[in-house]
């Protein structure tokens, strides 16, 4: 079974940083993509960044280019995404995914119905 923990979360002031974390346990067999998604309370889950496990291309949502980058520790079996430059409308819950497809496969890697196992989300929150 597959399970996904997302850390490093917090509240920081425009122009910051947060590195986040999403530590996976278990395995999945073929080319997996992995993504990092956020959720405004009553909106739409938004897909932010997404990779395949063991390389590859790394895609982006056009809102944060430029400013998020999505790497992976595969001896660590962890999935990050470094925030820079933080704007208040990054303002949400993020959450990490994990789907049994490639990225490149599929339906589109921002879709969350391409995903099968999911964290339970970390809160980033940034004033103003």
């Known amino acids: 079974q597959v399970q996904l923990v997302e850390s490093g979360g917090g509240s920081v002031q425009a122009g910051g940083s947060l590195r986040l974390s999403c530590a996976a346990s278990?395995?999945?067999?073929?080319?997996?993509?992995m993504g990092w998604f956020r959720q405004v309370s009553g909106q739409e889950r938004e897909g932010v960044a997404a990779?395949?496990?063991?390389?590859?291309?790394?895609y982006y949502v056009d809102s944060v280019k430029g400013r998020f980058t999505i790497s992976q520790d595969n001896a660590k079996g962890t999935l990050y995404l470094q925030m820079s430059s933080l704007k208040p409308e990054d303002t949400a819950m993020y959450f990490c995914?994990?789907?049994?497809?490639?990225?490149?496969?599929?339906?589109?890697?921002?879709?969350?119905?391409?995903?099968?196992?999911w964290g339970r989300g970390t809160q980033v929150t940034v004033s103003s």
């Open positions: 278990g395995s999945t067999s073929g080319i997996n993509c």
């Open positions: 990779i395949e496990v063991g390389g590859g291309s790394a």
């Open positions: 995914a994990k789907g049994q497809v490639p990225c490149y496969a599929g339906a589109r890697w921002t879709r969350w119905s391409k995903y099968d196992y």
